[in-house]
């Protein structure tokens, strides 16, 4: 026996996801709250125990969107001191020579690093003109004594 369905079983069901705007958030929870106080059946009103029930779950509600805004608060924070750190343990190698692998050939080369910057959460090092990011160095030589006065005194 054949049984058809009453939809064409060929084409792929459409599945109705949640966005973002559409998850319910503290005020439409207690406008629901509101509504439901309203209009319920005055013969058969709800008990104290739902209705503390339904508090408590709003106050739930509330601190945990209290808890994710401090953690969000504490990523962003914690991503910025990263950055400051890379920055600042980058900035010890300006006049320094380094060893590095060039990002663009691959190969060994040695130079003098000019300046330091972060760019797109990566610090960067100016060597010699070039933009290496510090993950490229291999070795740090020291400073470029062909800088150093050489005098000696009589």
Known sequence: MNINGLTDNSTPSTSVGRTPDQTLGKDAFMKLLVSQLQNQDPTNPQSNEDFIAQLAQFSS???MTKLNDAILGLAV???SNALMSQLTDSSALIGQTVSY????????????VDSVKIEDGLAMLNIDGNDVPLLNVTEILGADDSSSDTTTEN
């Open 77 to 79: 924070l914690q991503q």
């Open 101 to 112: 692998n060039d990002p663009n050939t691959g190969a060994q080369a040695t130079g003098m």
């Open 61 to 63: 509600l509330e601190q």
